[in-house]
């Protein structure tokens, strides 16, 4: 099991400075703070937290588009090293991206087919043969077909779920290892979402991706992923297997989530939901002890906002920071 | 339902813009009826003109519109026979409120909470008049679970569920007969947006108001429903008890939108929809929901009429007819 991982994230930190007036520091936001986690070839995982929580700043650490400020992430048993330009090409080429806002995501004035060739030219394929042939294959993987009607489309001709696909068509057109989904499909329509959450669960069965799927919705998670990771406050604090952690969720946050989530069924209409007051932690002046702990139902005191509960390892590899399962691994 | 019992009907509404490329369609032949102290959901994907039909209510409409007809009654007074001058002074805001999309974020930031919250109640600006609505302003913030202390301060020092919640304080501080709300958590977050149903929910089942929920997210609408519609390309294509509509819905497009809907409880197959509603510009003269629809027969080349399938169900569907 240890000597096939993909991606290791070792005690991942990224912090931001606050300046006043440009260059006094007068603190920092601690956005990722200590997150450990790995990743096999061609498994799909689930990170899912609120807004603010810093989700996407893991995701956009874990791309190297921000420089962590201590622990690494490794890929394919090399750290990544973002001062190293020839190291990060590669490693960029390896690695592709789903942004949250298709739009936002894909150039106005490029056709499909450009926005799809300009990462193979950038990579240097100089075959136009064999780029042609890799973006037809993309465009018919992601259910663009007939190819040639969408091919010389612009974006603004598409719909959001037809941009989403080309979004993804694009992250997976160099065939990388792994594709960082940061909320791909929550700008959609519901009856296009589960569609394209399926296309892209058939890239990762077909291709043997890796997928690191962030969201905000716990819903859509069972549909795609093997394992969830849970982040509140900048760590992650439930890690395990999907099925486990929706039936039986052990820190007292995700039990939250899980019951904050309405399904769809007219009965709601007569309970009312128990949810914890208060608001998440600002990440410039967290809260001591367990993040948890000034909303949480179980606060012990004494305890919880004391010290920083470690990760505690249950039964079918289920691990929980939080103190009240301190004794049970 | 009961005529007596009746606080709220739509007959008919029409409304559509013209634009550089031809009239858009956004609302056509929408009917339905809302007893006092219920909440009607009208959930639709994006651009089925389910905004579009809530502004028509309140009348907040922009220059380009071509065409806005048809009844509007509430508390059996037709609206739509009032002049613009007069709905302004007598519905909009005293009767009808509205909280828009995202307007938790329009709030003025360098004007206190206070200030903006009771405007709604405010005419001449008087001394006395200012202090009787900032005691009614205190007694909405108690209903919509604001601390009262926030009523002195600036909008940035809220968080984004206070925010809401204060919006919302504004939409009721005039008691109106009915509010819309317009996509009213889909901004905010999972724990957040529960809170905000919670609200909604005691607010309702207190105080009695009658609210039209907007939404795309059928899973938390389930929460506040009591009635549900269901629009697609502008038109009104299922009404029913929610109950009914989530449980059995009819229409084909329903069933799939249903279907569509993930679950944390159960685990069951999802479906979608291929294809993609028609254009609005010009809309075709079959069944809007033709071309997707699996279910597809002749008679469908046909506009189908809104056939009730027992009291209080109605469908737009040549299926039932």
Known sequence: MENKELLEVENLQTYFTLRKWGFLRVGEV??????????K??????????????????????????????????????TLDISDKKHLDWYRSKVGYIQQDPYGALPPFMTVRRILEEPMVINGIKDEKEREKRIHRALEDLKMTPVNEFINKFPHMLSGGQQQRIVIARSKILDPGLIVADEPVSMLDPSVRVEIL??????????????????????????????????????????????????EAKHPYTKALLEAISDPDPENVKTFKKVPPGEPPSLAN??????????????????????VPPEFILEDDQRVSCWLYEGED | MTRNNEQFRVENLYLSFSTKRGIVQAVENVSFSLPRGKTMVLVGESGCGKTSLGRAILRLLPRNVKEYRGNVFLNGQDLMQLSNEKFRRE???????????????????????????????????????KAGAMKRAEEVFKLVGVPLDFLERYPFELSGGMRQRVILAMALITNPDIVVLDEPTSALDLLTQANIMNVLKRIKQEEGYTFILITHDIATSSELADLAGIMYAGQLV???EAYDLFREPLHPYSQKLMA??????EEKKLEYLPGQPPSLLEPPRT?????????????????????????????????YK
């Open chain 2, 260 to 265: 569509s809907v993930p679950s944390l409880k």
């Open chain 2, 238 to 240: 299922e009404f029913s």
């Open chain 2, 91 to 129: 519905v909009r805001w005293k009767k009808a409120a509205m909280v828009p999309q995202a307007a938790m974020n329009s709030l003025n930031p360098v004007i206190k909470v206070s200030e903006q919250v009771i405007e709604p109640l405010l005419r001449r600006e008087t001394k006395r008049e």
């Open chain 1, 198 to 247: 399926e296309l892209l669960k058939k890239l990762q069965d077909d291709y043997e991706m890796a997928v690191v799927y962030i969201t905000h919705d716990l819903s859509t998670v069972r549909y795609f992923s093997e394992r969830i990771f849970v982040m509140y406050g900048g760590k992650l604090i439930e890690k395990g297997p999907v099925e486990k952690i929706l039936r």
């Open chain 1, 286 to 307: 967290p809260p001591s002890g367990c993040r948890f702990h000034p909303r949480c139902p179980d606060f012990m005191e004494g305890k919880c906002e004391v010290e």
């Open chain 1, 30 to 39: 601690k956005a990722v703070d200590g997150v450990d986690f790995e990743l």
């Open chain 1, 41 to 78: 070839k061609g498994e799909a995982v689930s990170i899912v937290g609120e807004s603010g929580c810093g989700k996407s700043t893991l995701a956009k650490t874990i791309l190297g588009l921000v420089e962590p400020t201590g622990g690494q992430v490794n890929f394919n048993g090399k």
């Open chain 2, 287 to 319: 069944c809007r929901f033709a071309e997707r629809c699996p279910e597809r027969f002749e008679r469908c080349d046909e506009e189908p009429p809104m056939v009730e399938v027992k009291e209080g169900h109605q469908v737009k569907c040549w299926l």
